[in-house]
């Protein structure tokens, strides 16, 4: 349905007006000495109880970037406090410090006072259109993002072989992830690297290939299927990896899926993949894939002592 024009300008014009009063033309929200996206942040912690990074990143639509230095600040202001996620060991929980409670409770203070003093200006007929009125177009907003997030996932591409800067791009995204969440170093990223770069230059082999899942030239994930390192008519998953903004997209399932797909085509007897304990969403992909846990032992072999696995799908 067509907006009319006029009903399109007053809403900007009512928009632009409330932005002003409200006070997000300042620095500082809230009578706090906070932006107004860290002011949003404690108060959806607060609705939430708590949330990990990606969490507030999908909830604000704000850059990973942004939000990790935001949150970095919060957790050494004493606002956050931070612990592992008890479904996912790579992913720490984030919430309320006493701290941040109180601070909450001072913006909700406030926050009141702004609302009720507004409110006070009209009728109760007008006071009901306001909080009707608001409830639907801010629905309505939130769903446009939705459509838009939709359209991105939508717009994510397999594609197979070799692509022009692969190894540097999978590299990164192995380094940065496993830098931040498990504290590997330069021997695992030089790892990585060069087992990519040897890997790469036996792609001719039909028994070998790799998936890269693709938004607009950029890779956002891979995996790899290496059908002749292990021998035995058995083929090794190596690489899988995911950019931070597509997990729990489905994107590594797609990936998984034509990699398994290869696999039956191709008849290998076994499909023996590596991890290692801390990994538990992956683990629950590849099991769902038919993988089972074949042996477990402790290692140090990337920097730190880990609880390290073999999965084998037959």
Same mark, same amino acid.
């Given at each position: 349905?067509?907006?009319?024009?006029?009903?399109?300008?007053?809403?900007?014009?009512?928009?632009?007006?409330?932005?002003?009063?409200?006070?997000?033309?300042?620095?500082?929200?809230?009578?706090?000495?906070?932006?107004?996206?860290?002011?949003?942040?404690?108060?959806?912690?607060?609705?939430?109880?708590?949330?990990?990074?990606?969490?507030?990143?999908?909830?604000?639509?704000?850059?990973?970037?942004?939000?990790?230095?935001?949150?970095?600040?919060?957790?050494?202001?004493?606002?956050?406090?931070?612990?592992?996620?008890?479904?996912?060991?790579?992913?720490?929980?984030?919430?309320?410090?006493?701290?941040?409670?109180?601070?909450?409770?001072?913006?909700?203070?406030?926050?009141?006072?702004?609302?009720?003093?507004?409110?006070?200006?009209?009728?109760?007929?007008?006071? #009901?259109?306001?909080?009707? =009125?608001?409830?639907?177009? @801010?629905? /309505?907003? +939130?769903? $446009?993002?939705?459509? %838009?997030?939709?359209?991105?996932?939508?717009?994510?591409e397999i594609?197979?072989?070799?692509?022009?800067?692969?190894?540097?791009?999978?590299?990164?995204?192995?380094?940065?992830?496993?830098?931040?969440?498990?504290?590997?170093?330069?021997?695992?990223?030089?790892?990585?690297a060069a087992?990519?770069?040897?890997?790469?230059?036996?792609?001719?082999?039909?028994?070998?290939?790799?998936?890269?899942?693709?938004?607009?030239?950029?890779?956002?994930?891979?995996?790899?299927?290496?059908?002749?390192?292990?021998?035995?008519?058995?083929?090794?998953?190596?690489?899988?990896?995911?950019?931070?903004?597509? #997990?729990?997209?489905?994107? =590594?399932?797609?990936?998984? @899926?034509? /990699?398994? +797909?290869? $696999?039956?085509?191709? %008849?290998?007897?076994?499909?023996?993949?590596?991890?290692?304990?801390?990994?538990?969403?992956?683990?629950?992909?590849?099991?769902?894939?038919?993988?089972?846990?074949?042996?477990?032992?402790?290692?140090?072999?990337?920097?730190?002592?880990i609880t390290?696995?073999?999965?084998?799908?037959?």
């Amino acid at each position: 349905m067509m907006a009319d024009s006029s009903i399109v300008e007053e809403i900007r014009i009512s928009s632009r007006l409330m932005v002003r009063e409200l006070g997000f033309m300042n620095h500082t929200l809230a009578a706090t000495d906070y932006s107004p996206s860290v002011v949003h942040t404690l108060l959806e912690m607060e609705s939430r109880g708590s949330m990990t990074a990606a969490q507030i990143v999908q909830v604000l639509g704000l850059e990973k970037s942004s939000v990790s230095r935001m949150l970095a600040k919060l957790i050494k202001a004493g606002e956050l406090e931070e612990t592992p996620s008890t479904e996912d060991a790579r992913f720490k929980q984030l919430s309320l410090s006493a701290q941040g409670k109180e601070t909450v409770r001072k913006i909700n203070a406030y926050g009141n006072e702004r609302v009720i003093s507004a409110l006070q200006k009209m009728d109760a007929s007008q006071q #009901r259109v306001v909080s009707e =009125g608001l409830g639907f177009y @801010a629905s /309505a907003l +939130k769903a $446009c993002r939705d459509d %838009a997030d939709l359209n991105t996932r939508s717009a994510i591409e397999i594609v197979s072989g070799y692509h022009p800067g692969m190894i540097g791009r999978i590299t990164e995204m192995h380094g940065s992830f496993y830098a931040r969440e498990h504290h590997f170093g330069s021997f695992f990223e030089s790892k990585v690297a060069a087992g990519l770069a040897e890997f790469s230059g036996r792609l001719d082999n039909p028994d070998n290939q790799i998936w890269l899942a693709m938004i607009n030239g950029r890779i956002v994930g891979s995996v790899a299927i290496d059908g002749e390192d292990l021998g035995n008519n058995e083929a090794h998953l190596r690489w899988f990896i995911l950019d931070d903004g597509c #997990r729990g997209s489905g994107v =590594g399932r797609k990936l998984i @899926a034509e /990699a398994m +797909k290869f $696999c039956d085509e191709k %008849a290998f007897s076994a499909v023996q993949l590596w991890t290692f304990n801390k990994l538990a969403a992956a683990r629950r992909l590849y099991e769902s894939f038919g993988f089972e846990l074949a042996k477990e032992w402790q290692g140090d072999q990337w920097g730190s002592s880990i609880t390290e696995q073999q999965f084998t799908r037959r």
